[in-house]
C-alpha cells in the first residue's frame, strides 16, 4: 500500500475545491447540447471552462503531494459567513436599491470581515466600486439595470 504524504494542504484542498466546482459545472450542464467550436450549443463554454477547471485543481491539487506549503492554521468561519451574507444581500437588495447603492452597501458590509479593516478605505472603495459598476453594466454594457431606488 502506497502512503501519501500531503506536504501542501493548502494547495490539496484549493485543488479538490476547483475540481469539485468543475465537476458541479459540468452536471449542471449535462442535458446541453455542446454543438462544436464553429456552432457553439449553450453546453459548450459551460462544459468546456468546467473541465479546464477541473485540469487546474488537478494540477493544484497534485501539488499539495509535491511540494512544501504551510498548514492550513485555523478557519474564519465568521469572516466567510460575513462575505457569503453580503453576497445574499447583493442579490436580495439590487432590485430595490438599485446597483449604485447596492454595490457601495456590500463593500462596506463585507468589510466587516477583515480583521484589520480601516473603514475611510472601505468607504472610498465602496464609492468606487459602484461608480465602476454603473460605468461598465449600465454605460458601458447598457443593462436595463435601475442606478437608484428612485
Known sequence: MV??????????LLGMFLAGVGIVGIAAGWNLSMGDAAEMGPGYMPKILSSILIGFGAVIGASGVTTEGQPLGRWAWGSAAVVIGAM????VAIEYLGLALTSAMVVVVASVAAPDRRW???????????????????????????????
Open 3 to 12: 502512503k501519501i504524504r500531503i506536504r501542501n494542504p493548502q494547495s490539496l
Open 88 to 91: 445574499v444581500l447583493f442579490g
Open 120 to 150: 475611510p478605505e472601505a468607504f472610498s472603495f465602496a464609492v468606487a466600486l459602484a461608480l465602476a459598476c454603473v460605468i461598465v453594466f449600465r454605460v458601458a454594457l447598457g443593462l436595463p439595470i435601475r442606478v437608484w431606488p428612485f
